[in-house]
């Protein structure tokens, strides 16, 4: 497969706001699709359920909202207005089922509308664990895993089955491993991978099923290292702070072309939340959980004490050998703007440069980010720190 033809389709998916992907899959194989929003769901309940997991993280530029700006304040993120514009424009009506995972109160908030505006849906507020003891958090989240399969069973009308669980853990560590190779080479050689296309690759993972999109993403890395591109004088930079809300592609483009190569993100986070394969063996409900205790990627809605923030991102820049960090917060996110300081501080005491700046996932306004980030990367180039 031609490296312009996998770019290519990931961007028709990406601005498929009608799902037709996910209408296929349903008409293909008779299953239920069940929606999710950032950032992190243990999608191997809905996969061995026999459901397809249908990533929402709003709609983007592509959009204008109308009514979804009915229903929140004009001081809320914009990612929850999109995704009702988005359900009461007919365009999630292929969902069978809607997953919303503890981010934020704002996505709680949400959850209770969606039962109220599609009483016909299923919709789960799936809570997580802040406290990572086995014999407390641990044992919550197992009976939360156990009750959300319970019930995606019930949906789809397959027997709850620890060996189709297992099969699923197996396909997600396979596509596991593919993603980690995705970021492996982009570290190693970014002009092999530009940020776009890296990004639109990740997207796909929102909508195709998982073993698609593992032979999409090694069709990929074969493609990209038979291609012979140009080497680009940027700096390296990791990018945080976009674990739900996303930026817009225009706004990806500018960062590259400001002289930026990202190296590591936490964009569409929940196709790596988890860092290591997680167990096919033993009890596959209990494998999830230690994942999830011991494994899960420290972020902005994952309880860490504040004297440990920024050690994960302190050791990434190290690793990866970035020269700086872009801290790209949604307007109004608070988990990402009151984690923020603490990061900084974190990276100051480290005399590693950084910059800052807001979004929505609709802006249209990205020269001045384009000049800020352009600044910030000569400044390293010149002086070495920003």
């Not at 919303?100 to 969606?114: H, K, Q, T």
């Amino acid at each position: 497969m031609e490296l312009n033809d996998i770019v290519r389709r990931c961007e028709d998916l990406y601005h498929d706001l009608d799902l037709t992907s996910v209408k296929e899959w349903k008409r293909r194989t008779g299953g239920k699709a069940v929606g999710f929003l950032p950032i992190y769901v243990p999608r191997e309940t809905v996969h061995a359920a026999g459901a397809l997991p249908v990533g929402i993280m709003g709609a983007g530029d592509d959009l204008e909202i109308i009514r979804g700006d009915a229903f929140y304040q004009s001081y809320i993120c914009h990612i929850p207005r999109s995704t009702v514009e988005l359900g009461l424009s007919g365009r999630l009506d292929c969902l069978d089922g809607f997953l919303f995972p503890a981010i934020c109160d704002v996505i709680r908030n949400l959850s209770g509308m969606w039962k109220i505006l599609f009483p016909d849906k299923y919709v789960r507020y799936l809570d997580v664990p802040q406290n990572f003891d086995e014999r407390l958090g641990g044992v919550f989240y197992r009976q939360e895993l156990a009750a959300l399969f319970q019930d995606l069973c019930a949906l789809t009308g397959r027997p709850a089955s620890d060996e189709a669980l297992r099969r699923s853990i197996e396909a997600y560590n396979e596509n596991r491993r593919a993603i980690a190779e995705l970021y492996r080479l982009r570290a190693e050689e970014p002009h092999r991978v530009p940020t776009y296309e890296h990004y639109l690759l990740m997207r796909a993972s929102n909508v195709l099923e998982v073993t698609e999109h593992t032979a999409l993403v090694d069709a990929y890395l074969a493609a990209a290292r038979r291609e012979n591109r140009p080497w680009r004088d940027n700096i390296r930079v990791i990018l945080t702070g976009v674990f739900c809300e996303q930026p817009p592609l225009g706004l990806i483009r500018a960062l590259e072309q400001s002289g930026c190569s990202i190296v590591d993100d936490d964009w569409v986070l929940g196709a790596r939340y988890l860092r290591e394969p997680v167990a096919a063996e033993g009890d596959p409900l209990d494998a999830l959980v230690t994942s999830y205790l011991r494994r899960g990627t420290p972020t902005a809605t994952r309880y860490i004490d504040e004297d440990a923030k920024g050690e994960d991102l302190i050791r990434r820049v190290r690793t990866l050998r970035a020269e700086g960090v872009i801290f790209a917060s949604p307007s109004f996110c608070d988990p990402a703007l009151l984690e923020a300081p603490m990061l900084q501080r974190a990276l100051g005491a480290e005399k590693i440069p950084y910059t800052a700046f807001k979004f929505s996932e609709n802006s249209g306004q990205l020269q001045v980010i384009k000049e800020q980030t352009g600044a910030f990367a000569d400044s390293i180039k010149l002086w070495g720190a920003a």
